[in-house]
């Protein structure tokens, strides 16, 4: 078997009901939907957990996060985990990181044997929320309504410049492997856009002067009215601190809408190198969770509803048809997947691998297992746990009352049915599968554990000298360019593709 070349695109923060099936028509977005077009496209995939960190470790590990220990964002991804760029590196592959993966501790490639770019977010334990304390809120690095308030446009911001140079890496990688060697690659391009702030380049910005899309389809619900959850993530946000207008609502969504169609330009200049050098691949294009984006009140993610836990994933891949399947997935699905279009065994891991391939899905087999996704970081107290089964969704949280929707006749959640008599059944039934696959108490008892322990070690290790944990891109500029160890007409061959006559 032929090992094909692997391209992924990973985004940070993207609204999976923005692609029921591919981009919304009036997004613009052309080179994802010219990708779509040639995709499997998965109308119903969901994140293993709606946060950065633990969301991208599952996603690359096929594992959910009380399996990875990647409970949150400031919580190390142990270097013992396997990941997809392991399992494909062993087989063969050239792999390789462009941007963000948000790894914390001191192993910053887990299987990637480069990584290009340094990450956008710290690598060590500073992060770590506190069971301990809570509704503490910590000012110096939760999120805050400041993001809604202070949406607009600028042309340079900490996040683009990050992944202006994760597009440029990306694309000077895609010519160097067209001038390598035979091996296969797997190429992982990890943007941070459209992560808030929401804040956009001109260009993009005036892509949505007249867009009908500015006002979320669920206005925000009266605080008193809010989930419990909820409210805890309205609390961490400080919304109390915020007045939002709807002006603030408007122009936010704008420029999420503008940064999405900045990143198309971005996937577009990579793409247009592959197409270039003439070299193929097996494309994905995934986010790591989505952004709720004002829809009842909420902004970000941290939670199960749609618009924070849904994200999209298409796969363009010989192997695999074109279409649209509606089942739902999820990230967990990515590392089997990844192994099966390569040709790699995932045997010796399988027992402990919560992911399974999305393969036969595309190939018209039926899936019967649930969709599994936790939650245990920031504007949490105990761990929040979620089962997407057909048309329902079950989350159970030991502080929470049972929630339970009927997406297919309830897509925007309004209608929690766990008092509901003639839904018991369905409520008894879901509850079983969830108790059997997570004991809450248990679980909680890990998280604390952790948590204690990571509070130890960070404040040990500001004291005296520091050595961060980041990533520090190594740059051989004496193997760069032009330099007197090397033949001046050897390198103008090899560095040329095609090659000359």
């Given at each position: 078997?032929?090992?094909p070349?692997?391209?992924?695109?990973?985004?940070?923060?993207?609204?999976?009901?923005?692609?029921p099936?591919?981009?919304a028509?009036w997004?613009?977005?052309?080179?994802?939907?010219?990708?779509?077009?040639?995709?499997?496209?998965?109308?119903?995939?969901?994140?293993?957990?709606?946060?950065?960190?633990?969301?991208?470790?599952?996603?690359?590990?096929?594992?959910?996060?009380?399996?990875?220990?990647v409970?949150?964002n400031?919580?190390?991804?142990?270097?013992?985990?396997?990941?997809?760029?392991?399992?494909?590196?062993?087989?063969?592959?050239?792999?390789?990181?462009?941007?963000?993966?948000?790894f914390?501790?001191?192993?910053?490639?887990?299987?990637?044997?480069?990584r290009?770019t340094t990450?956008?977010?710290?690598?060590?334990?500073g992060?770590?929320?506190?069971?301990?304390?809570?509704?503490?809120?910590?000012e110096?690095?939760?999120?805050?309504?400041?993001?809604?308030?202070?949406?607009?446009?600028?042309?340079?911001t900490n996040?683009l410049?990050?992944?202006?140079?994760?597009?440029?890496?990306?694309?000077?990688?895609?010519?160097?492997?067209?001038?390598?060697?035979?091996?296969?690659w797997?190429?992982t391009?990890?943007f941070?856009?459209?992560?808030?702030?929401?804040?956009?380049?001109?260009?993009?910005?005036?892509?949505?002067?007249?867009?009908?899309?500015?006002?979320?389809?669920?206005?925000?619900?009266?605080?008193?009215?809010?989930?419990?959850?909820?409210?805890?993530?309205?609390?961490?946000?400080?919304?109390?601190?915020?007045?939002?207008?709807?002006?603030?609502?408007?122009?936010?969504?704008?420029?999420?809408?503008?940064?999405?169609?900045?990143?198309?330009?971005?996937?577009?200049?990579?793409?247009?190198?592959?197409?270039?050098?003439?070299?193929?691949?097996?494309?994905?294009?995934?986010?790591?969770?989505?952004?709720?984006?004002?829809?009842?009140?909420?902004?970000?993610k941290?939670?199960?509803?749609?618009g924070?836990?849904?994200?999209?994933?298409?796969?363009?891949?010989?192997?695999?048809?074109?279409?649209?399947?509606?089942?739902?997935?999820?990230?967990?699905?990515?590392?089997?997947?990844?192994?099966?279009l390569?040709?790699?065994?995932l045997?010796?891991?399988?027992?402990?691998t919560?992911?399974?391939?999305?393969?036969?899905?595309?190939?018209?087999?039926?899936?019967?297992?649930?969709?599994?996704?936790?939650?245990?970081?920031?504007?949490s107290?105990?761990?929040?746990?979620?089962?997407?089964?057909?048309?329902w969704?079950?989350?159970?949280?030991?502080?929470?009352?049972?929630?339970?929707?009927?997406?297919?006749?309830?897509?925007?959640?309004?209608?929690?049915?766990?008092?509901?008599?003639?839904?018991?059944?369905?409520?008894?039934?879901l509850?079983?599968?969830?108790?059997?696959?997570w004991?809450?108490?248990?679980?909680?008892?890990?998280?604390r554990?952790s948590?204690?322990?990571?509070?130890v070690?960070y404040?040990?290790?500001?004291?005296?000298?520091?050595?961060?944990?980041?990533h520090?891109?190594?740059?051989?500029?004496?193997?760069?360019?032009?330099?007197?160890?090397?033949?001046l007409n050897v390198?103008?061959?090899?560095?040329?593709?095609?090659?000359?006559?």
């Open positions: 078997m032929t090992k070349n692997i391209l992924i695109f990973m985004v940070d923060q993207l609204n999976g009901t923005l692609f099936d591919g981009p028509d997004l613009h977005a052309p080179n994802l939907k010219a990708l779509a077009a040639r995709s499997t496209r998965f109308k119903n995939a969901y994140t293993a957990s709606p946060l950065c960190a633990p969301g991208r470790a599952s996603f690359m590990s096929g594992q959910l996060p009380r399996r990875t220990r409970y949150d400031a919580a190390e991804f142990a270097s013992d985990i396997p990941t997809y760029a392991h399992h494909l590196r062993r087989a063969g592959y050239r792999t390789c990181l462009s941007g963000k993966m948000h914390v501790g001191p192993d910053q490639l887990h299987g990637f044997e480069e290009l990450d956008v977010y710290p690598a060590d334990f992060w770590t929320p506190d069971y301990r304390k809570p509704g503490e809120r910590i110096w690095w939760y999120h805050n309504m400041g993001s809604v308030t202070g949406a607009g446009v600028a042309e340079i996040q410049e990050f992944d202006d140079e994760v597009a440029y890496h990306a694309t000077r990688k895609v010519y160097d492997y067209a001038r390598g060697d035979d091996r296969p797997c190429l391009v990890s941070t856009h459209p992560h808030d702030p929401y804040v956009a380049r001109k260009k993009y910005w005036d892509l949505y002067e007249e867009c009908e899309h500015l006002l979320p389809e669920v206005p925000a619900f009266n605080y008193d009215a809010q989930d419990a959850h909820s409210k805890r993530i309205f609390d961490a946000n400080d919304w109390r601190s915020f007045d939002i207008k709807e002006e603030d609502i408007k122009r936010s969504r704008r420029a999420y809408f503008a940064n999405i169609s900045y990143l198309d330009d971005k996937i577009g200049e990579v793409l247009e190198a592959l197409e270039a050098t003439g070299q193929e691949a097996t494309i994905l294009f995934v986010s790591d969770h989505g952004d709720m984006l004002g829809e009842r009140g909420l902004w970000f941290m939670n199960f509803f749609e924070s836990a849904r994200v999209p994933l298409m796969i363009s891949s010989p192997s695999l048809a074109p279409g649209l399947i509606e089942g739902p997935v999820s990230t967990l699905d990515v590392t089997p997947t990844l192994a099966e390569a040709g790699v065994s045997d010796e891991v399988l027992p402990w919560d992911g399974e391939s999305l393969v036969p899905l595309a190939n018209g087999t039926e899936r019967t297992a649930p969709v599994a996704m936790e939650y245990a970081a920031e504007a107290e105990a761990p929040l746990v979620c089962l997407r089964y057909g048309k969704k079950y989350i159970r949280c030991a502080l929470d009352p049972d929630m339970l929707f009927d997406l297919d006749a309830d897509p925007r959640e309004l209608n929690n049915l766990e008092d509901v008599p003639t839904h018991k059944g369905t409520l008894d039934q509850r079983a599968k969830s108790e059997a696959r004991d809450l108490e248990a679980y909680d008892a890990e998280i554990q948590q204690a322990r990571r509070q070690v404040e040990a290790l500001r004291n005296g000298d520091y050595y961060p944990w980041d520090q891109p190594l740059q051989k500029a004496s193997e760069r360019y032009m330099r007197n160890h090397m033949d390198l103008e061959e090899n560095q040329r593709f095609p090659r000359g006559k």
